[in-house]
């Protein structure tokens, strides 16, 4: 064999590496005088869907009957291409019009240029990375994992998934019980979850049942947990699973996360590993604390590339031989041990190998002896604000803070503040007993499909609110009597992203012909049965605000008893000096302070 076919088929094996063009083959065309640039010796041609390329040799594809295997590989072929996309720089391309590529110049190839792209900046971020952040090796993650384990076992809650899960033997039901579970306590604390689990589960024990529950159910039954699509996603995620998947939950976190509306990495993780046993690691907040702290993490961990570096280390840990405890394990010291304000770390299981304890001890050191700046404690090789797991120089150390100069808080826009104003409109002489006005929000969007009081947007200086409020009654409840709508007040109430106001309005009325007929999406309930219904947290503010003017309520008879200077007894004279001495005294050109009701 010629010297430069060896070498030519050598450059066809780059080539497939780099592109993921596994039915390639080598072949010498000659180009015909009057187009080509090049000699008139047979020219090694790259012919692809983007046309031909002269190069320093001929990848041509093969007939269509050779390439049979194609279609098999196209995965596989995307994860090749992104993995050897480096190999750029180590072959000499040229344009048609002869200019050379140089070193590490991709060419035009959209997909295989991505994956260049997106590997070169992995590889620049993961080389600026110190070994300070990692585990340097197998016996410093054994000791972790046994560690963190043996404390779990001793110090775990009593919390009633867990002794659902331990104690249910069918995979589909175990699943079901931790993914109620891991639902709720999103950004929800434990506590207020308890109660709430407790009577999902007695309502709907089994996933067929909260299939065949309604929305209205439902949302019902999450009043006042928040975040109400959860509840939704939940029951759709059930329906999916008893009507297009035979009654069984996916059993990976792949499929979870890909079959399962509403699950994301996170609880995918979580059940996968709790209820199925697979190893495979989770993050959540708790869990990004805990590693941060313990690998002096001070980056922003909702960043991209800190968050990868995070779901890594986690892989990393988790135990194989209990993935679910260990997961679980790493949640609970994050929640109970190595919380966000006040740290226990006497009691923490892994303070040895806490890289922000050993900077809290080395600068208690320092500061007490007033010792040089070069330290005796392991610190990261490259903290010269090149380090991307460190924190950033803008923000130097707080000796204040300790362990809780990690991690570094996220800036956060804050919420956008918004204005409504709402009435409750109450029939206090209707058949049964009271009865107020509620209606049903959209299907979508901020409390979706939740019942609350007929609302306006109202405009913060207040203009025209009663009027927009009054026809907003009106359309469903028809005429009412303008001179009656009373303002009661305001309530403020902060969701994720918004900062709500709403302006409390109330009409009663008295002595008009009973509403009995309400238009869709309409209903009037008692006051027991507003207490039960699927409304929010903020409507129950609103409704405490309405109440607590009413005649004959335990609020206004508790601020009845409330007596004014007029009704107090007037005091002795001894008294009288006694309250003119120790009464502070204001002078006369001192600003008046207002009264601001929260």
Not at 238 to 251: D, F, Q, S, Y
């Amino acid at each position: 064999m010629r010297k430069g076919q060896i070498v030519c088929n050598l450059l066809v094996q780059v080539i497939k590496r780099v592109i993921g063009h596994d039915s390639c083959y080598v072949r010498e065309v000659s180009l015909p005088e009057r187009t080509s640039p090049f000699p008139r010796s047979p020219v090694p041609i790259l012919s692809t869907h983007q046309g031909l390329f002269p190069l320093s040799l001929a990848v041509m594809k093969k007939p269509p009957a050779a390439v049979g295997s194609h279609h098999r590989k196209q995965a596989s072929s995307q994860e090749r291409r992104e993995k050897h996309a480096l190999g750029y720089s180590q072959v000499k391309l040229s344009r048609p019009d002869g200019e050379e590529l140089g070193p590490g110049t991709a060419p035009e190839f959209p997909e295989a240029s991505a994956g260049l792209a997106r590997r070169q900046k992995e590889v620049v971020l993961q080389a600026s990375v110190s070994p300070y952040h990692l585990f340097r090796d197998t016996a410093e993650v054994t000791v972790f994992r046994e560690s963190l384990l043996s404390w779990y076992d001793r110090e775990k809650r009593d919390l009633p998934w867990r002794r659902r899960a331990e104690g249910e033997v069918d995979l589909d039901r175990r699943a079901y019980a931790v993914w109620v579970s891991e639902v709720m306590l999103q950004q929800t604390q434990v506590a207020t979850v308890i109660n709430y689990y407790t009577r999902w589960m007695q309502k709907w024990p089994t996933l067929q049942d909260l299939a065949s529950a309604s929305l209205e159910e439902v949302n019902q039954l999450w009043a006042g947990l928040g975040y109400y699509s959860r509840g939704r996603w939940l029951q759709e995620g059930a329906r999916k699973v008893v009507e297009e998947l035979g009654g069984h939950v996916p059993r990976t976190a792949e499929t979870l996360q890909r079959l399962l509306p509403g699950v994301g990495r996170y609880t995918a993780g979580a059940i996968a590993s709790i209820a199925f046993g697979q190893v495979t690691g989770v993050v959540d907040g708790n869990v990004t604390r805990v590693l941060c702290r313990v690998r002096g993490i001070g980056a922003d961990p909702s960043s991209t590339f800190v968050s990868q570096q995070l779901w890594s280390l986690a892989q990393q840990l988790v135990d194989p031989a209990r993935p679910g405890d260990f997961n679980q394990a790493a949640m609970e010291l994050g929640a109970t041990v190595c919380t966000p304000q006040h740290p226990l770390c006497s009691q923490c299981p892994v303070q040895s190998l806490c890289r922000a304890h050993q900077k809290v001890a080395w600068e208690q050191l320092v500061a007490s002896q007033s010792l040089p700046g070069s330290p005796d404690v392991e610190e990261c090789a490259l903290n010269t604000g090149q380090c991307q797991l460190c924190a950033p120089p803008t923000q130097p150390w707080d000796q204040t803070l300790g362990v809780t100069n990690f991690p570094r808080k996220a800036s956060r826009r804050p919420p956008r503040e918004e204005c409504s104003a709402t009435c409750v409109l109450e029939q206090p002489k209707a058949l049964g007993g009271a009865r107020i006005l509620l209606v049903q929000r959209p299907k979508s969007g901020l409390l979706a499909g939740l019942w609350e009081f007929p609302s306006v947007p109202a405009d913060p200086s207040g203009e025209h609110q009663r009027k927009a409020l009054l026809q907003e009654l009106q359309s469903w409840a028809g005429p009412l009597p303008a001179t009656r709508l009373q303002h009661f007040g305001q309530v403020v109430h902060t969701f994720s992203h918004i900062k709500l106001t709403y302006q409390v309005y109330g009409l009663a009325l008295e002595g008009q012909v009973p509403v009995t007929v309400t238009p869709p999406g309409a209903r009037w309930l008692t006051r027991e049965e507003f207490h039960t219904a699927a409304v929010s947290t903020a409507m129950k503010k609103v409704f405490r605000v309405y109440e607590g003017q009413q005649p004959g309520t335990c609020k206004s008879r508790k601020r009845s008893q409330v007596s004014t200077p007029s009704s107090r007894k007037k005091p002795s004279p001894g008294q009288q000096v006694l309250d003119s001495f120790f009464r502070p005294h204001f002078p006369t050109d001192a600003p008046k302070l207002k009264n601001v009701a929260q």
